[in-house]
C-alpha cells in the first residue's frame, strides 16, 4: 500500500523559512515524480512544482521559483519543502502527492496535508 | 499559462439524479485532463485521468469526457458520498501544471 506522511504543522513569523517533510512508502522512491500542491483556507489546489528523486532535479512553477527548494532523500525515501520569505499569503495546507499507473504529471496518492500558518 | 474554468460552482442534486460538471481549457489540452474529487477534511483523490480513464477502484458512475477546450465529468445517479469539491487538471503544457476553481456537488 502507497502511503505519504507529512510531518506536523508548522507556525511561522513573516520573512521565516519553513521545510516540512514527505515520507514515502509503498513503492521504489525513485520511480516517480514527487509533487507538492498548496490549498489556502477554503480556496482551490495550486501546484507548487516537482522533484525528480532519481536526479534531485527540480522544476518549479514561475510563481514559486525564488523562494521553494524541492529536494529528495533516497537514503529515508523522503522528500522536503523549503519555502523562504514567509508571508500571511502562504498560510495554507501544503501535500505532497506522487505519480502512478495513470501516468505522468497526475497525482495518483496523497499526503495527509501539513498546515503552514504564517503570522505577522 | 492555461487557465481552466469549471462551471457550476455548485451543482445541487437529489440522490439518484444524474449531474454534469463543465471544466473549459484556455486552450486545446489535448485530452490531457483529470478530475479529482475532494471530501471534507480529506485530500484530494484522482478520479478520471487522460479525459476518460477511471482511476483504480473508482465508481462506473463517474464518466469523463470531452476534447480540444472542453471536457465534461458525469455523475450518472448522485450517492451520498459523492458531496464534495470536484477539480479538474491539465498536463498538457506545463509548467505549471494547473488546476480550475472547483465545483462543489451537494446534497439537494
Known amino acids: 500500500e502507497v502511503q505519504l506522511l507529512q510531518s506536523g504543522a508548522e507556525v511561522k513569523k513573516s520573512g521565516a523559512t519553513v521545510k516540512i517533510s514527505c515520507k514515502i512508502s509503498g513503492y521504489t522512491f525513485t520511480n516517480f515524480y514527487i509533487h507538492w500542491v498548496r490549498q489556502a483556507p477554503g480556496k482551490g489546489l495550486e501546484w507548487m512544482g516537482l522533484v525528480d528523486p532519481q536526479d534531485g532535479q527540480g522544476r518549479y512553477a514561475e510563481k514559486f521559483h525564488a523562494r521553494v527548494a524541492l529536494t529528495a532523500d533516497t537514503s529515508t525515501d523522503t522528500a522536503y519543502m523549503e519555502l523562504s520569505s514567509l508571508r500571511s499569503e502562504d498560510t495554507a495546507l501544503y501535500y505532497c502527492?506522487?505519480?502512478?499507473?495513470?501516468?505522468?504529471?497526475?497525482?495518483?496518492?496523497w499526503g495527509q496535508g501539513t498546515l503552514i500558518t504564517v503570522s505577522s | 499559462d492555461i487557465v481552466l474554468t469549471q462551471s457550476p460552482d455548485t451543482l445541487s442534486l437529489s440522490p439518484g439524479e444524474r449531474g454534469t460538471l463543465s471544466c473549459r481549457a484556455s486552450q486545446s489540452v489535448r485530452s490531457f485532463l483529470a478530475w479529482y474529487q475532494q471530501r471534507p477534511g480529506q485530500p484530494p483523490r484522482l478520479l478520471i485521468f487522460d479525459t476518460s480513464n477511471r482511476a483504480t477502484g473508482v465508481p462506473a458512475r463517474f464518466t469523463g469526457s470531452g476534447s480540444g477546450t472542453d471536457y465534461n465529468l458525469t455523475i450518472s445517479s448522485l450517492e451520498p458520498e459523492d458531496v464534495a469539491v470536484y477539480y479538474c487538471q491539465q498536463r498538457s503544457d506545463w509548467p505549471p501544471l494547473t488546476f480550475g476553481g472547483g465545483t462543489k456537488v451537494e446534497i439537494k
Open positions: 502527492a506522487t505519480e502512478g499507473t495513470s501516468g505522468s504529471y497526475y497525482f495518483d496518492y
